[in-house]
């Protein structure tokens, strides 16, 4: 029997094009395709062909595009992000005063896994409590913030807060005032007649008259006025409202007494009153009609009225008294006379006791007659 000697075939130097894109190496029998990183065998197990890991993954390149490349992918980052060192990932931009720091590479995932990290927090606002002056300090990574209070204004960095200027914002904040620029605030100097009511801002008007802070005279009007008040007397009364005197309305002929009746001064105004023979309230009176008021009122006589008053018309042998109020015997004929008291002594006796004594008439408006005989 013949042996035969079988004898290996070298498949890769027989076949220069084995295993494209990799490395052929002959085994016993047979051959093996090596192929580099990012490659893979084909089906046939004769060449190696790129792996499209973009095709083979969704995670790749988050926060970027996926690029596949012979044997491997880099990824084109998005705006705002930016490639790892191996360009197989994007990550984003650390503030200025962090830095990358690379904590391994995910070999199953091919991630190179980058933190931004920043240097070591420190908390300004406790170390320094007045670094906000004016305002609360918020520690932040890297930083701090300040927010400012009520009056206050934070710089553009936001790292100190500035006092607002009210005077210079608003020249009319301390109107009837002037204006004090205070840190956080400001304070209104107000002119004489002027406060700063609670509540509000600027410079508010004293109501002096309200407050009884005047010197009027107690009959005057208390008048407010903007930054003061004024002082005016009262009807009836005269003077600068600081003193006030009685108005004389008689003696000024201001008075609207009827023509019949008295003027009566008195303190801020004046009485009317109607004269004898006239009745009214003073600003109007009218005459009394004392005739028919008392019809026995001219015995011997016929009464008439007047304006006034009235008169007494005697009856024939009667006179009328010296006002006319009453008539009275007329003149005797000598040796008789009349006396021209018109009060009524006590009867005299007459020198000759034959004649008739005095006689007097009791009426109390008549005169007196003396009835004596001449001697
Ligand atoms: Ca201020
Ligand atoms: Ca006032
Ligand atoms: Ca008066
Ligand atoms: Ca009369």
Redesign the pocket.
């Known amino acids: 029997m013949m042996m035969k000697n079988c004898m290996d075939i070298n498949e890769c130097e027989r076949d220069p094009l084995l295993c494209r894109g990799g490395i052929c190496m002959n085994t016993d029998g047979s051959f093996e395709c090596i192929c580099p990183p990012g490659h893979e065998l084909t089906a046939e197990g004769n060449t190696c062909i790129d792996i499209n890991e973009c095709s083979l993954s969704d995670n790749l390149c988050r926060n970027g595009r996926c690029v596949n490349v012979i044997g491997t992918y880099q990824c084109s980052c998005d705006s705002g992000f930016q490639a790892t060192p191996d360009r197989q990932g994007c990550v984003g931009e650390c503030s200025s005063k962090g830095s990358f720091q690379s904590l391994g590479v995910s070999s199953s995932q091919r991630w190179m896994i980058l933190l931004c990290t920043a240097t070591p927090n420190i908390d300004e606002c406790e170390d320094n409590p007045e670094i906000c002056d004016g305002g609360q300090c918020t520690n932040i990574p890297g930083e701090y913030r300040c927010l400012c209070f009520d009056g206050f204004m934070a710089s553009l960095d936001m790292k100190t807060c500035i006092d607002v200027n009210e005077c210079d914002l608003n020249p009319n904040i301390c109107l009837h005032g002037e204006c004090e620029n205070t840190k956080g605030s400001f304070i209104c100097h107000c002119q004489l007649g002027y406060f700063v009511k609670k509540g509000t801002t600027g410079c508010t008007d004293i109501d002096e008259c309200e407050i009884g802070a005047h010197n009027c005279d107690m009959h005057a009007s208390c008048i407010n006025v903007p930054g003061s008040f004024k002082c005016k007397c009262r009807s ?1 009364w005269l003077g600068d409202g600081l003193k006030c005197n ?4 008689c003696a000024t002929e201001e008075h609207k007494c009827n023509l019949n009746a008295n003027c009566v ?6 009485r009317c009153a109607c004269r004898d023979g006239f009745n009214g309230d003073g600003f109007s009176c009218s005459d009394v009609d004392e005739c028919a008021d008392n019809v026995n009122l001219c015995e011997n006589g016929q009464c008439l009225n007047a304006p006034g008053g009235y008169r007494c018309e005697c009856e024939m042998g009667f006179n009328p008294t010296e006002d006319s109020k009453a008539s009275m015997v007329g003149t005797i004929p000598s040796p008789f006379q009349i006396p021209s008291s018109p009060t009524c002594p006590q009867p005299a006796p007459c020198a000759k006791p034959t004649q008739p004594s005095c006689q007097a008439y009791p009426h109390t408006t008549c005169a007196l007659l003396h009835l004596c005989p001449l001697l």
């Open positions: 009836g009685d108005l004389d309305e001064n008195t303190p801020g105004s004046y």
